[in-house]
């Protein structure tokens, strides 16, 4: 079992910055990689960003170039965070995260809301 705790979000204006963090701690061993998916409002889940083990991260198209993510581990757990630059409207969404193990079913945090307006 891998526990996730979420942080960060908010209200941020339009070219603002935002930074959200994910704590996974439990069978941290047992993790592929991690990621961050966002619902925006009338829209289906998305993968914003990803890495794995090995370093690889996976984009997407309408954050690459704003978005970086980054893991950092101790030995208690695992945090994921993603620095968001040059934020944008549509960018507002709950953001997830995502813990993928390499065998079985993916772990989910709650979710936080990330709102871009002025």
């Known amino acids: 079992q891998v526990q996730l705790v979420e942080s960060g979000g908010g209200l941020v204006q339009p070219g603002g910055s935002l930074r959200l963090s994910c704590a996974a701690s439990g069978d941290i061993d047992s993790l592929h990689s991690m990621g961050w998916y966002r619902e925006g409002p009338g829209k289906q889940r998305e993968l914003v960003a990803a890495m794995a083990g090995d370093g690889n991260t996976n984009y997407a198209d309408s954050v690459k170039g704003r978005f970086t993510i980054t893991i950092s581990r101790d030995n208690a757990q695992n945090t994921a965070t993603l620095q968001m630059n040059r934020l944008k409207p549509e960018d507002t969404a709950v953001y997830l995260c995502?813990?993928?193990?390499?065998?079985?079913?993916?772990?989910w945090g709650k979710g936080t809301l990330v709102t871009v307006s002025l």
């Open positions: 995502v813990a993928v193990p390499r065998i079985g079913s993916s772990y």
